[in-house]
């Protein structure tokens, strides 16, 4: 359900103006957090760090 909403946040980002009335600027209050910062996504990349090691051997 989170990556569905960085997908959405993302569309919303790169939408035209004439779609998105809100002005993306960086003093704008609404800012869309980095996903890499998201700690389910941490946990995805440490797993899969965990499995390509295990591969190696």
Sequence with gaps: M?????IAAVMAASA???INPIR???SS???IPN???DR???RQRAA???RNKAKRG
């Design 35 to 37: 996903p890499r910062n």
């Design 16 to 18: 035209p103006a004439w």
């Design 48 to 50: 899969a760090k965990r």
């Design 29 to 31: 209050s609404f800012c």
């Design 24 to 26: 993306f600027t960086p």
């Design 40 to 42: 389910a996504a941490k």
């Design 2 to 6: 989170r990556f569905a909403m960085t």
